[in-house]
């Protein structure tokens, strides 16, 4: 049962344009939405993260638009660059208190952006 | 800057044997994870550790097993390999005080 589901699976877009990146989960315990990086050979790295408290997010190009009620998130990636080729992991992990960091990832979308 | 350090790279070997992955961190970090990333990229935690306490994900073998020296390094063990053990072994740390992953760059399994 995949608790975290992304779509599409890889995404090709010209550079400039607005690249936008759908995930939607089910546990309702949810609260903390991470979005990880990854380039081929790389390990993961993180990009940007929300909370279940805010519905938005925003560091320089790319944006995370939250919606709790419906369970979904988005990453929008504005002015895509050629170098934003990469895969981008959607997780999330419920507020334990404890912090114990176990993260639930989706399947990742491959994003491609042509020059 | 890779502040996880993972080896080796690439590792080959044949159905039976037994295989170990070595990961250190320099971050001062309090735990540490092995996750598992298959041929469709899905990356499932397979343990976390510190000091205090090792989480094991109930799915996963028992020919799989961490071995930890110092909270610095968190190895792993795979007792006997299987076709399906084939995929890339992810190291991460992070700080109790952060949720923030760092990652090393990955144990590249494959069994023939």
């Known amino acids: 049962q995949q608790q975290v589901r992304q779509s599409p699976q890889s995404l090709t877009v010209w550079e400039g344009e607005t690249a936008i990146l759908n995930c939607s989960y089910e546990?309702?315990?949810?609260?903390?939405f991470p979005w990880y990086q990854q380039f081929p050979g790389e390990g993961p790295a993180l990009l940007i993260a929300?909370?279940?408290?805010?519905d938005k997010k925003e560091d320089g190009r790319f944006t995370i638009f939250f919606n709790k009620r419906e369970k979904k998130l988005s990453l929008h990636i504005t002015d895509s660059q050629p170098g934003d080729s990469a895969t981008y992991f959607c997780?999330?992990?419920?507020?334990?208190?404890?912090?114990?960091?176990?993260?639930?990832f989706g399947h990742g979308t491959i994003l491609r952006v042509h020059p | 800057e890779t502040a996880v350090f993972q080896t080796p790279n690439y590792h080959v070997t044949q159905v039976g044997n037994e295989v170990s992955f070595n990961c250190k961190q320099t971050?001062?970090?309090?735990?540490m994870y092995w996750y598992k990333q298959d041929s469709k990229k899905l990356l499932k935690i397979m343990f976390s550790?510190?000091?205090?306490?090792?989480?094991v994900n109930e799915t996963v073998p028992r020919r799989f097993s961490p071995q930890s020296s110092d909270k610095a390094h968190l190895n792993l063990r795979i007792k006997s390999v299987e076709p399906e053990d084939s995929a890339v072994y992810l190291c991460?740390?992070?700080?109790?005080?952060?949720?923030?992953?760092?990652f090393g760059h990955g144990t590249k399994l494959s069994v023939l």
């Open positions: 991460a740390s992070r700080t109790d005080k952060n949720e923030r992953l760092f």
């Open positions: 546990n309702s315990a949810f609260d903390y």
């Open positions: 929300i909370r279940s408290v805010s």
């Open positions: 997780a999330a992990s419920p507020y334990t208190g404890a912090n114990t960091g176990k993260l639930t």
């Open positions: 971050l001062g970090h309090d735990t």
């Open positions: 550790y510190n000091n205090k306490q090792l989480i």
